[in-house]
């Protein structure tokens, strides 16, 4: 996938958080869902998040993802 593939996915898991008042938690999901697709392709995390449009304060939480990644299966 390409930095703009995953700006999008993050915007959508971002906006499905959203009414549930989980959008923190869904940036994990993304961290963890698509950490060895960023890894292993050295793709740039802020440029994603700027395509995704959300807050570039949501730096730390995609990365928190990343790293969690090593330890946890999504369902």
Do not use: C, D
Not at 37 to 48: D, P, T, V
Not at 55 to 74: C, D, M, P, R, T
């Amino acid at each position: 996938m390409t930095e703009n593939e995953l700006g999008l996915k993050l915007k959508e898991m971002y906006e499905i958080g959203l009414p549930k008042k989980e959008a923190t938690t869904h940036i994990h999901l993304f961290g963890i869902k698509y950490a060895s697709e960023i890894r292993s392709n050295g793709l740039n995390i802020q440029e994603i998040i700027n395509i995704s449009g959300i807050s570039s304060s949501y730096f730390a939480e995609v990365n928190k993802g990343i790293k969690l990644s090593k330890y946890v299966e999504l369902k």
